[in-house]
């Protein structure tokens, strides 16, 4: 599965629009980009994924250009609750097994 | 309805000595795996079942890490002659089946080694 690179660490104020990139220059055409959130002492969460162009839940939003080089999750009006570390992965059916980066620390500060 | 279970949730062992790691998955998800991760670190594949099909090992570090699943449910990850670096927390997830791409993963086990 595709090698995928994000910023370590992040920083936010309450309220604020937060958007973290990841690039993924080399993901397969049958990968799916998607995104996983972990707090501490927690297994990750499934957040959001999508193929191309834009996907939005009740969480985040997902956008991802043509070429599919890279995707940014976009999460709206943070609060301190979303303090956790974000993960950008490639992951494809067929019950292959997810490879994980060390993702990006997200602080959100009052 | 019932997430993914892990127990014990700690487990501090003496170097040398065997360990057993318990997940229940959420009931009829036939793909489970393991993971682990390390302080700070992103997770690591260690196996995977699907159904009745013979477990995807290539993750497994060494040949003291073993796992099963019984029924078709409930897995156990054994470690033996368990080292210092085997310290960790060990992360178990399921999934409903072939077509799906997100797992849902436990709380964790989290194992030190003294």
């Known amino acids: 599965l595709a090698k995928t690179t994000q910023p370590i660490s992040m920083d936010s104020y309450e309220g604020q629009e937060v958007n973290i990139t990841c690039s993924h220059n080399?993901?397969?055409?049958?990968?799916?980009i998607t995104w996983y959130q972990q707090f501490p002492s927690q297994g990750p969460r499934f957040i959001i994924q999508?193929?191309?162009t834009k996907v939005t839940n009740e969480v985040a939003s997902l956008f991802i250009p043509a070429d599919r080089k890279s995707s940014t999750l976009s999460l709206p009006r943070v609060s301190l609750s979303d303090t956790a570390v974000y993960y950008c992965?490639?992951?494809?059916?067929?019950?292959?097994?997810?490879?994980f980066g060390k993702g990006t620390r997200l602080s959100v500060i009052a | 309805g019932a997430g993914v279970s892990q127990s014990p949730s700690n487990k501090v062992t003496e170097k040398g000595k065997d360990v057993e790691l318990r997940c229940d998955p959420i009931?009829?998800?036939?793909?489970l795996y393991w993971y682990r991760q390390s302080l700070g670190q992103g997770l690591e594949f260690l196996i995977y079942?699907?159904?009745?099909?013979?477990?995807?090992k290539s993750g497994l570090p060494s040949d003291r890490f073993s796992a099963e699943r019984t029924g078709g449910s409930v897995s156990t990850l054994t470690i033996q002659r368990t080292q210092q670096e085997d310290s960790a927390v060990y992360l178990c997830?399921?999934?409903?089946?072939?077509?799906?791409?997100?797992?849902?993963f436990g709380p964790g086990t989290r194992l030190t080694v003294t």
């Open positions: 997830a399921s999934s409903p089946g072939t077509a799906y791409y997100e797992q849902y």
């Open positions: 080399n993901i397969a055409t049958n990968d799916y």
């Open positions: 999508g193929y191309k």
């Open positions: 992965l490639g992951a494809r059916s067929g019950n292959t097994p997810l490879v």
């Open positions: 009931s009829g998800h036939t793909a």
């Open positions: 079942f699907q159904g009745n099909s013979a477990p995807d």
